[in-house]
């Protein structure tokens, strides 16, 4: 990925919780990258995880289950990869059209 990439992780920074992500634990790190390529704003998520994720349709009152629903309706275009370290699901926001 390209054009100066912001990197922060839950075990340095203690911003991101890990109670979302499938398969993770309260003391997983959650490594979060976000960068710009041409017009898109592309986030990658890693955690050690190797679990794959998957859509799921959670009910009114689930706590869980809503998050790849979300990134798919809003995301241009998104995908995950098995990584030698766990997983990484990755997505791009049209942020700066032309």
Known sequence: MAQSPWTADSASRGGFGTTGISGA???ST?????SREKDLLVVDVHDPCPTLPRLRRA???????RGLAIIQAFSHHWGWALTPYGKSVWFQLLAWPE
Do not use: E, I, K, Y
């Open 59 to 65: 009910g009114t009152l689930d706590a869980h289950g």
């Open 25 to 27: 634990s309260a003391t």
């Open 30 to 34: 959650v490594r979060v990258t976000v």
